[in-house]
């Protein structure tokens, strides 16, 4: 599913403009897409439905390529679709609030949806740490290293709270108005099928694979590959060899021709390669 830019609480409403949040959601069961924004005079919310699911073929293919590359953060997590992948999102959501992490708040929830405060206030702009981290470049090494470490260290911060992602991608985080890393897209939860130590070098890996062509397009990697090896260090023992065994498992990549022919996610796969082994 495409992530949105999903909210954080914001300030509370006046009484005299409080929303029955149960109701509205009631309101808005029969919406025309899955996940639609509303945006309120004082808020913004997301109603976010039911939906499909991941389809069969794709677990069976990420299990057999994890099964040829021995290597444990490849295996799926299954994303079922339907009411349990929903209230799995809102059990994960209620949880990063209780750890004081920032994520969207959920309102009001059902069997077939809920609603979520956006992250942000309203007329405040929350772009995903992807596009800020891009749209950084043009400024320099500098401003491109701060949001990436910025995001590095919210992956740490997440860790250290007990929690792990579901997708660490930098498009599922947001850059909130006050420059706080949010967390958006727990349709899935890798800790109830991986081990936690899998979890952990898996959101590593996915931050790395997500983010390291943007580091190397602003002339940043050598100044990110020290920040990354202070990073592995301070993982745990068992996630720190999880992710160490699979990068060595995916040294082959390096062998592959760093032409824009083979497409862009080739270059990320070979920027990634070069922030990885830093450790």
């Not at 830019?5 to 005299?16: E, G, K, L, M, Y």
């Not at 499909?52 to 994303?79: E, M």
């Not at 090494?141 to 949001?147: G, I, N, Q, W």
């Amino acid at each position: 599913m495409q992530s949105q830019d999903f909210s954080a609480p914001t300030h509370s409403q006046p009484a005299q403009e409080a929303i029955d949040y149960e109701a509205f959601l009631q309101q808005h069961l029969q919406q025309p897409h899955n996940t639609m924004c509303y945006p309120l005079a004082h808020e913004t919310l997301w109603v976010k439905r039911t939906s499909q699911g991941n389809p069969a073929l794709n677990y069976w293919l990420l299990k057999v390529l994890a099964g040829l590359f021995g290597a444990p953060v490849l295996r799926p997590v299954p994303n079922p679709g339907g009411a349990a992948t929903l209230q799995t999102e809102v059990r994960r959501l209620r949880s990063f609030h209780e750890r004081g992490l920032r994520a969207p708040e959920v309102l009001a929830s059902c069997d077939q949806a809920f609603v979520m405060r956006h992250l942000g206030r309203p007329g405040e702009e929350s772009p995903s740490l992807s596009n800020a981290i891009e749209d950084a470049i043009p400024q320099g090494a500098d401003a491109t290293l701060a949001l990436w470490l910025r995001g590095l260290q919210a992956l740490q911060t997440v860790h250290a709270k007990g929690e792990v992602l579901s997708q660490a991608v930098a498009r599922n985080m947001v850059v909130c108005a006050d420059g706080e890393i949010g967390f958006i897209d727990f349709e899935d939860d890798p800790a109830t099928h991986l081990p936690r130590a899998v979890c952990m070098a898996r959101d590593a890996l996915n931050y790395a694979q997500s983010t390291a062509l943007f580091l190397q397009q602003a002339d940043a990697m050598a100044a990110a590959q020290r920040h990354w090896a202070a990073f592995v260090q301070q993982l745990p023992d068992d996630a720190r060899q999880v992710l160490q065994s699979t990068v060595k498992k995916l040294s082959w990549v390096r062998f592959l021709p760093p032409s824009k022919s083979l497409g862009r996610d080739t270059l990320r796969v070979l920027a990634a390669y070069d922030l990885l082994t830093a450790i």
